[in-house]
């Protein structure tokens, strides 16, 4: 019996002694630091605007609110047959408000001369997809001041401006081409340090930028016809031996 208890003990002591090795090592391998590398990939294309917008506002005067009128119906006629020989269509072209001034009821109504009693102001909005049209219209308003009519010096009337609609039709070639390129820097990284590219760890596909197709400080992006779109991926990989 004695014999019996001292294996029993032994085995029972080899069986701790083991199972503290098992949970000792699984300790130092949990406490090994993940081997990971963090890599981005850029993606760009260069595209055409295909959207464009060209607010204009013109104003007219006159000693009385009828002469104004008439001023600002033939300022408002020149305009529409200007954008119509360019080919743009009636439902391109909407008239976005009509402001009235009567100078005599101001402040200053003692030193506003006569003639330039009332002033009306209107705006006007063309929107189309002949950005290359509205372009060229846009470079072209002194044959519109040939003609009298006054423009407002206000930067709502300071050209069109152009913008891109079609990201979506980019997105996946963009998102596949910005992965391939960050998995070849972590491939490159990885080489480096005698490693190999594991799964990925986390993924970030990043946000879509439309940009202009030149940065020039302090100029008005909307105003290029050119754009470029462009996407930032960030990815995290695990490395392996």
Do not use: C, H
């Not at 990201?167 to 963009?174: G, P, Y």
């Not at 940009?211 to 290029?224: F, G, S």
């Amino acid at each position: 019996m004695k014999f019996v208890g001292v294996v029993a003990a032994l085995l029972l002591a080899l069986g701790i002694g083991a199972a503290g090795w098992f949970v000792g090592t699984s300790l130092v391998e949990s406490r090994q630091p993940l081997r990971v590398v963090t890599v981005k990939g850029l993606s760009e294309r260069a595209v055409q605007a295909n959207l464009g917008f060209w607010p204009i506002r013109f104003v007219a005067t006159g000693a009385t609110l009828e002469d104004a009128r008439a001023s600002l119906e033939r300022s408002e006629a020149a305009v529409q047959k200007f954008l119509a020989d360019r080919g743009f269509a009636e439902d391109e072209i909407q008239v976005q408000s009509v402001l009235v001034e009567d100078r005599a009821a101001g402040y200053n109504a003692g030193s506003t001369p006569d003639e330039f009693r009332f002033v009306l102001t209107e705006d006007m909005l063309v929107t189309t997809d002949k950005v290359l049209e509205l372009a060229d219209a846009s470079r072209s308003v002194a044959d519109l001041l040939r003609q009298g009519v006054v423009f407002s010096s206000d930067a709502y009337s300071a050209g069109a401006s152009f913008v891109f609609t079609g990201i979506n039709d980019l997105k996946s070639e963009m998102l596949t081409e910005a992965t391939q390129r960050a998995k070849e820097t972590a491939e490159q990284f990885a080489a480096e340090s005698g490693a190999k590219v594991g799964a990925i760890q986390t993924a970030n596909q990043g946000v879509f930028e439309i940009l202009p197709a030149v940065e020039i400080p302090n100029d008005r992006p909307e105003k290029q016809f050119d754009k470029k779109v462009r996407v930032v991926s960030t990815i995290t990989y695990f490395l392996v031996d």
